[in-house]
C-alpha cells in the first residue's frame, strides 16, 4: 500500500523492562486478553536442526500446551519458522522457501491476528513478530481440514483454538513486539484477506486502525537502538489444538479423558483396583447400580481415599459414570430394587442408590445436596416394551442437569437407540457397547453416533474372536507411539484413532499395564491425527 493511501500516526507505547515485565505477566491470559506471556526456559539449542526441532522441541512444546491450558484433547503442530531481523538488512533481495522453516523470514512488521474459531487469539508464549491478526476463525477450519484432511470433521465437533507459540531465541535488543488485548477491537476492525502459498489457500485477518483497540501485536524497530544490538532470532510454532465436543460434562477437560477404568468384575478388590488406576492417572470411572458385576459403593471408598491422599482436590477433578440396569440385569434376590414396582420408582430407587454410594462427602440427603452429582448415568439394555424403556428414559431425564450431568446407554442395538433419539427431549450424550468382529463392530451404529456428537465407549474389545492382536495393524500402531508397548494396549489405541468421538473402557489391574496405559496415552496425544489408521 502506498503512503499517500493513508498517514502516519505517533502511538503512546509502554515498555516493559524485565521487572515490569514480571509484574504484568501473571495479568494477561489468553482466554481474556488473547495473549498470555510464560517464563519456561528451555535446554533445546538445535534451531536450524529440522528433525530435532520437530521431534523434541514440538514435544516439549505440547506439555506446554497440556500444562497450561484447559481441555487439550488434540493437539496439531501445522507449521514452525524462523526469524531473524539480520536477514532482511543483510539483503532484501534474496529469494526465502516459505516451504523450509529453518530459511529465517523477517519479523512482520505489519499488524495481524492470532487465529482462533471462536476468539482472537494473539500470542500464547509471548508474541510473534507481526501486528497481523494471524489466520481469520475461517482460516482456522481450512487449516484444520487441510492437514487434518477426513479426521478434521470428527475434530470440529468440538472446540478449536489455533495458537502461535513464539520464543525468543536470544535476548531481544532490538524488533521487540508490541501486543493487542482481544476484547479491544472487534471483526468491524478487521479485514479478511487471502493466504496463499503454493498447497494451500487460507485465509489471514489485518488490523485496520481504531482509537479504541490497545495495539496488536507485531514487531517494530527502535527508533534509535543501542549500536551493539543483537539482531531479533526467534521461533514460533503455529499448533491446532482441540478440544472434545460437549456432553460429556469435565470429562474432555481431564488428563487421560479417552480412557474410562472399568471396575466390573472386581468384587471385593474394588477399591484397590481403582484406587490403583487413579494413582496412575485415570479420571473417569466408570461403574454400575448392579450387584451381580459392581461394588459401586467400592468404588466410593477408593475415590474417599485419593481424595485423602490429595491425589484428588476437587469433585471436578474425578468423572463418575453410573448405570441404571433393567430387571433383567438383576439377580431375584440380590436386585437393589424392588423389581414388581413401576418402572418410575425402580429409575428413582436406583438413581437415589447411586448418589448415595457415590456422594463423595457426608451428607444428610444426596438427593437435594447441590454438591452431590453424578456425571454421567446410563441406561443399561431396555426393556422388552419401547414404551417401558421410554417411561425409563424419561424418568432419567428429570434429574439432568443437577443431578445427573448427562445421560446415555449401554448394550443397546441401533433400531432402539434410533427409536429413543428421535421422541426423546433429551437425547443421549453416550452409547457403551462391545467392540468386537461379533457385531461387526457396531460400524452402523457408531456411523449414527458419529454424526450426532454422540460419544461412543467400546468395552470388551480385548475378548474379540477376531485376532486383531496378531496382525501387522497392530504392530504398525504399536511401532508409530511407543516402542515396547504391548500389542493390547495397541488395540485401545487404534480403536481411539477412529475418532474424537470414541472412548474405551479399560479394566487393568496389573501396575505394568497401568503405567503402559498412562504412558502410551500421553504420547497418542500428540500423535499425528492424519496418521490414524480407521476401522469404519
Sequence with gaps: MPLSAGYLAPLHLVMLDKAGWRLCKSKFTLDQNGFQIFDLPTTFKHWHDRKAVQSSYMKESAEVLRKNLDGVDWIYFYSWRLRDSQTGEMDQKRKVDLNSPTDALNPAMYPHIGQHKLKVVLIYWAMADNTHTGESDVGSVLRAKHYLKDNADDLLRGRLRAINMWRPIETIEDYPLALAESNSFTKANLVASDNIRSNFQGETFFGMYTPDYRTLHAAF??????????????????ALVFSNPPGL???????NSQLLYGTAWKDERTTEFTLKAIEHGYRAIDTACQPRSYREDLVEKAIQMAFTCGIL???????????????????VDAALYDLATSISEQVHTSVALSLTNLAH??????????????????????????????????????????KIRSIGVSNMPLHILRQLYTVADIKPATVQNRF???????????RFCHTRGISFQAF????????????????????SIVPGISKGFALHLLVL???????VVNGATTEEHLEENSRGLARFKVWPVCEMIRLD
Excluded at 474425578?318 to 440385569?329: A, E, H
Excluded at 470388551?460 to 504399536?478: N, P, R
Design 313 to 331: 482436590k476437587r469433585r471436578e477433578d474425578i468423572w463418575i459414570q453410573s448405570k441404571f440396569t433393567t430387571p433383567g440385569g438383576h439377580d
Design 221 to 238: 524497530k527502535f527508533k534509535s537502538p543501542h549500536p551493539d544490538a543483537k539482531p531479533r532470532r526467534s521461533i514460533e510454532l503455529r
Design 497 to 503: 484413532g477412529l475418532g474424537s468421538y470414541m472412548r
Design 436 to 446: 468386537m468382529a461379533e457385531n461387526k463392530y457396531d460400524i452402523p451404529l457408531r
Design 249 to 255: 460434562g469435565n470429562l474432555s477437560f481431564l488428563p
Design 460 to 479: 470388551s474389545i480385548l475378548k474379540d474372536k477376531l485376532d486383531l492382536l496378531g496382525s501387522v495393524l497392530i504392530e504398525k500402531v504399536a511401532a
Design 361 to 402: 462427602r457426608e451428607t444428610l440427603d444426596p438427593l437435594t445436596d447441590v454438591g452431590v452429582y453424578i456425571d454421567s448415568v446410563l441406561f443399561h439394555s431396555s426393556y422388552p416394551q419401547f414404551k417401558d424403556t421410554l417411561v425409563a428414559w424419561e424418568t432419567l431425564s428429570t434429574y439432568v442437569p443437577h
